[in-house]
């Protein structure tokens, strides 16, 4: 366990693990003030899908699936921006609540199918028993998927603890960033660049 534990925190270092973290960041970012929930549901996503895919359990989803499920986040994140602007919702409000965890869950799982992830000796073990593995097996590559995203689970708690007052200009072009980092990853599932994509981030990451 502790194998995986290191393994997955070194390849939060490495460049086949910005697929993950480059949306996840997105989303917690155009969340705002909520980000954190945002975050909390792609975590929950990624991790579910992703063992869920790997062992063997559910068919990788077809390129258009995986970017209508940007779509869907995209959405999400936008209607979320608008009303932020227009001061129709506050930080703990349901409607703010639905639209960006939404948001995290359909980028989480969509990010998810995308993951080439970076494969040392012991996670490399686990994926080869994965599909005859359980309860365990999940909990095994949950602590793995948790090593690889926490620099989200930092940027969660930022996000937290900072007050409303402190979300000024600066967090508005955040959002702004965000939002079109999401969107341009639809465009390149939705045009068929993603396999391309990760394969030159695993290439980087040897």
């Known amino acids: 366990m502790t194998g995986l534990v290191y393994e997955g925190f070194a390849s939060a270092l490495l460049p086949c693990s910005l697929i993950l973290l480059a949306p996840g960041a997105a989303v917690g970012l155009a969340g705002r003030r909520i980000g954190s929930l945002g975050l909390a549901g792609y975590g929950l996503a990624v991790i579910l899908v992703g063992w869920l895919r790997f062992s063997g359990r559910i068919a990788t989803a077809p390129r258009l699936a995986v970017a209508a499920l940007l779509v869907g986040s995209l959405s999400g994140l936008l209607v979320h921006a608008a009303l932020d602007r227009r001061g129709l919702q506050r930080r703990g409000s349901a409607r703010s609540a639905w639209l960006v965890g939404g948001a995290g869950l359909s980028a989480g799982g969509a990010t998810a199918f995308l993951w080439g992830p970076c494969v040392g000796e012991d996670f490399g073990d686990l994926l080869g028993d994965l ?65 391309d994509l990760v394969s030159q981030l695993v290439r980087w990451s040897v």
């Open 131 to 195: 599909p005859a593995r359980g309860a365990d097996g999940l909990v095994l590559f949950a602590i793995y998927g948790a090593a690889v995203l926490s620099p989200l689970v930092l940027l969660g708690s930022v996000l937290y603890l900072v007050p409303g007052s402190a979300h000024g200009r600066f967090s508005v072009g955040l959002q702004i960033v965000g939002t079109a980092t999401v969107g341009m990853l639809m465009l390149a599932t939705a045009v068929g660049w993603q396999d």
